[in-house]
């Protein structure tokens, strides 16, 4: 076995229901969607089912010129995969040889360093108080790639896009995570058109709901699309995945209902957590808020006691206890805050 593998810490995928001996146990762990799918989804998966014993077509035209249409980009500029996941690994084996510099700014997303150093990548994990990134600060450091995640996981903030630019313009790649973006309502994919080492990657998984499904893509310069299309599995996403991203596309009024109930709902739990004296979130953009735990060391646990899943936010970068709350529907943001505050 290669020597990095023993290395790497693996993945944290957090707790799931499963995992608790207790019915009613709310997922606020995974950053998911707590809506479900949309009719047209539903529909689609259950008619895509006649085609299992089938490969699907592994262009993805069809997946491709819904996903084009809705982002407003041509077909050539968009590469997919099994997940945003999969594509942050091609991105890494398309451009990182031996030793070159990669910079992930922290406190960010643990996947990257992941597949970095998996390239034997020489990395180095700037930390951002906040993730207030300081463009100048990683071009000190000549990378060759540098991770981007905007909004931030787990700090729900976005960079602007004056930093955006000086981090592009002084580094070979960027790698721009817009996991999140349809929370914050500002998504940068057209800095896509005036640089042609940007990398935009994007996710079926929060916005659209579909985590269990596994679609993501990368919107970018028609090399770089073609680059990681080839690298990527051949049949990475799986027939009934691209039909129902398609009738998710074109289910757009019912998603943007659920986003205006995550963003309010949001907002809301913002403010009921800041009055609770022990808690101080962070503001986000996203579907998501960091909590900065004070004294209250074992959290997490005693959450878990009430039947509700919240994620462990120990990074680099993040000092003192902090935990990742994803917003849910209105209902169980009152039960997490019910307990909460009978914590005191
Ligand atoms: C959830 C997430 C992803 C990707 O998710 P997929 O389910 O693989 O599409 C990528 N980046 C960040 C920052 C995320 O939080």
Redesign the pocket.
């Known amino acids: 076995m290669r020597e990095v593998v023993r290395f790497i810490n693996k993945y944290d995928p957090g707790k799931f229901p499963e995992d608790f001996s207790y019915p009613d146990v709310i997922q606020m762990g995974?950053?998911e969607n707590p809506y479900g799918p949309s009719e047209a989804v539903r529909k689609a998966y259950m008619e895509s089912l006649d085609m299992i014993a089938r490969y699907p077509k592994a262009d993805y035209h069809e997946l491709k010129e819904a996903i084009s249409s809705y982002i407003k980009f041509p077909v050539e500029c968009i590469a997919v995969?099994?997940?945003?996941?999969?594509?942050?690994q091609a991105v890494c084996n398309i451009i990182i040889e031996e030793l070159d510099r990669v910079v992930i700014p922290m406190p960010?997303?643990t996947?990257y360093a992941i597949y970095a150093m998996l390239r034997s990548a020489s990395i180095s994990f700037p930390v951002f108080e906040r993730y207030d990134i300081d463009a100048d600060r990683i071009a000190e450091e000549n990378p060759k790639l540098v991770f981007l995640?905007s909004p931030?996981?787990?700090t729900g903030n976005c960079i602007n896009e004056k930093v955006i630019r000086g981090v592009i313009e002084s580094s070979e790649y960027v790698v721009l995570?817009e996991?999140?973006t349809e929370f914050s309502g500002e998504s940068h994919v057209e800095l896509v058109k005036d640089y042609e080492n940007l990398i935009v990657?994007?996710?079926?998984?929060?916005y659209f709901g579909?985590?269990g499904m596994?679609?993501?893509y990368a919107v970018c310069s028609t090399d770089l699309a073609d680059a990681i299309e080839k690298v990527r599995l051949p049949f990475a996403i799986s027939y009934p995945a691209a039909k129902t991203a398609i009738a998710a596309i074109n289910s757009r009024d019912y998603y943007e209902t659920v986003r205006m109930k995550i963003v309010s709902e949001r907002d809301r739990l913002y403010h009921e957590l800041k009055k609770i004296e022990w808690l101080k979130p962070y503001p986000s953009e996203?579907n998501f808020i960091l909590v900065k735990v004070e004294g209250e060391k074992d959290i997490v646990e005693r959450l878990g006691e009430k039947g509700i899943i919240v994620r462990d936010a120990g990074i680099m970068g993040l000092d003192g206890t902090h935990i990742r709350i994803t917003v849910g529907r209105k209902e169980e943001n009152n039960r997490l805050l019910k307990v909460l505050r009978e914590l005191e």
């Open positions: 995974s950053n995969g099994c997940g945003a996941s999969e594509l942050i960010s997303y996947l995640c931030n996981n787990p995570d996991a999140y990657l994007r996710s079926f998984s929060k579909l985590a596994r679609i993501g996203a």
